[in-house]
């Protein structure tokens, strides 16, 4: 008989993502849920890992990272905010994302410390806190508007407070910290030792007239900082599961400790594809238009449905209100709402409920407009029933 273990994450089951995904494939809907493409990458970029693949570049690299690529990365955070991290003992090429802010947690988090997460919040990061030992200190934003409370933030932190988690541009609710966010921020932990994570992976999709601040760009926060940002979404490559994490000197020492041991090491052709590819920033440039018109191509076909929609700032996700809807009188949940949405209009999205550890329903889904024009069509088509 196979012994009994004491689960690590007693809470934590099937995620919302993968049930919901399932049940589309099972209706055939239309799959705005997850967050990925379904559109192919720039033709270019596969050229330059099948070139870095022939010439024979795929035996194990650094455990730090490709140095051509950790060299581009450093160009490019410094052109675009300020900041040069050095390309050798400040830049750690990752795993995805996911990964690093496990890193960084796991590096940080001793038992008993305090962590600050702001939900609705990516459901990653309450698994890896509580896998530390640490415990979770949930702060609201804003229900409605999903803004900082910096009040209640301040109020949270005090002398067992290890670090803060933050997320901009906001994954599930769209919204984007603007500057004086960040100076705010910057200001209440001055006096502190808190250290801070923070994930931008969705820092190349800001709309007009907004744009991205990034804590590298706050000496202030920088100096405190990991930040996490992602190729993945960069350059819609979702599944190959590759990201960064600068950060200073004596944190990126205690990052690489947990990271060595963790994976080791990233698939070595992509990350010198993706070096040679980042020699363009037309791509990363570019991707603000290129999702704001199908955001905008989204949002104009929403307008003909009941839904209520919430602003969509940054990222490729569109949050609205279901109030409004007939269906929404039988008092469905966030989540039974979605499961009907899925089985009965043929179009998945995911409950924000979900990005709460306590399912806060507050009567809003979230799509995903990273989508081919056609599968938008189709899906707004469905949509209009409604």
């Given at each position: 008989?196979?012994?009994d ?14 049930v ?238 947990v ?28 991707l603000?238009?290129?999702?704001q ?7 104009q ?19 609205v ?10 008092n ?15 179009v ?39």
């Amino acid at each position: 008989m196979t012994p009994d273990i004491v689960s690590k994450l007693p809470n934590v089951g099937t995620t919302i993502f993968t049930v919901m995904s399932a049940l589309a494939a099972e209706k055939k809907a239309v799959n705005l849920g997850q967050g990925f493409p379904d559109f192919a990458c720039d033709t270019k970029l596969i050229d330059a890992v099948t070139d870095a693949m022939r010439e024979g570049l795929n035996q194990y690299p650094s455990m730090l990272g490709v140095l051509e690529l950790r060299k581009a990365i450093s160009e490019k955070v410094e052109r675009l905010y300020g900041k040069k991290y050095d390309t050798n003992s400040e830049i750690t090429v990752t795993a995805g994302a996911t990964q690093a802010i496990i890193n960084a947690v796991l590096a940080i988090v001793h038992p008993g410390d305090e962590v600050i997460v702001l939900e609705p919040c990516y459901d990653s990061y309450i698994p890896n806190i509580e896998l530390a030992g640490g415990k979770v200190v949930s702060v609201p934003l804003t229900p409605g508007t999903f803004r900082p409370d910096f009040s209640k933030i301040s109020a949270a932190i005090n002398s067992k407070t290890k670090a803060i988690l933050i997320n901009s541009p906001h994954n599930p609710s769209a919204t984007v910290w603007g500057r004086e966010d960040m100076l705010k921020l910057e200001e209440i932990l001055c006096p502190t030792s808190v250290l801070l994570i923070s994930d931008e992976v969705y820092e190349h999709m800001v709309y007009e007239p907004l744009q991205h601040f990034s804590a590298a760009s706050f000496p202030g926060l920088a100096d405190r900082a990991f930040i996490i940002s992602s190729f993945g979404k960069t350059y819609h490559v979702t599944g190959w599961k590759v990201a960064y994490c600068a950060a200073p000197a004596s944190l990126t020492h205690e990052f690489r400790k947990v990271h060595q041991f963790n994976v080791f090491t990233v698939n070595t052709p992509v990350q010198y594809g993706l070096a040679r590819f980042m020699a363009d920033p037309a791509p990363y440039m570019n991707l603000p238009a290129f999702y704001q018109r199908k955001r905008d191509i989204f949002r104009q076909g929403l307008a003909k449905t009941k839904f209520k929609i919430l602003p969509s700032e940054g990222s490729y996700f569109q949050c609205v209100l279901i109030d409004e809807l007939a269906v929404a009188e039988k008092n469905l949940s966030e989540a039974d709402f979605c499961q009907w949405l899925t089985s009965e209009v043929g179009v998945a999205a995911i409950p924000l409920s979900a990005f709460y550890a306590d399912a806060f329903d507050q009567r809003v889904i979230r799509f995903c407009f990273a989508k081919k024009d056609e599968t938008l069509g189709l899906a707004l088509d469905r949509l209009a029933r409604l």
